[in-house]
């Protein structure tokens, strides 16, 4: 029953650091279309801060739980450390979405919107490679 209710937290909390994961890029984009309207780019680096800061907690919480899984349960094998790679190029990534926003926060240039549109697949990747090494579980 524990295990369920752990494995269960640790789903929900990565479900919302992945939806912020997913949104933060977005906000770049619309940013990037916002130039020279500053009240809409105050709003929008606000925005971005504020959802940078809740995946955060989140990323937190999930790691957590995760930990609870594996050290309580006994998770193991090379699926999961594939899997853990790429929560860490996410994590990543997530990190240097931030770092555009200071920039631009900063009065810095940002990258053209199409290539922060191009910019925001690359986490799907990343997610449908993690999902699927849990749920294949290949090696």
Request: no cysteine.
């Amino acid at each position: 029953m524990a295990y369920f209710l752990v494995k269960s937290l640790h789903l929900l909390f990565v479900m919302a650091w992945v939806a912020a994961v997913f949104y933060l890029p977005r906000i770049l984009v619309n940013l990037a279309e916002a130039r020279g309207e500053p009240p809409v780019e105050a709003r929008l680096v606000l925005m971005g801060r504020r959802l940078y800061a809740f995946g955060h907690v989140m990323f937190g919480l999930s790691l957590a739980m995760g930990l609870v899984l594996w050290m309580g349960y006994r998770i193991h094998g090379g699926w999961l450390h594939a899997k853990l790679m790429l929560v860490a190029l996410l994590l990543g990534y997530f990190i240097w979405t931030m770092r555009i926003l200071r920039r631009a926060a900063a009065g810095g240039a940002l990258p053209t919107p199409t290539r922060l549109r191009w910019f925001n697949e690359l986490p799907i990747l990343l997610a449908l490679g993690a999902i699927w090494l849990v749920l294949a579980k290949p090696f």
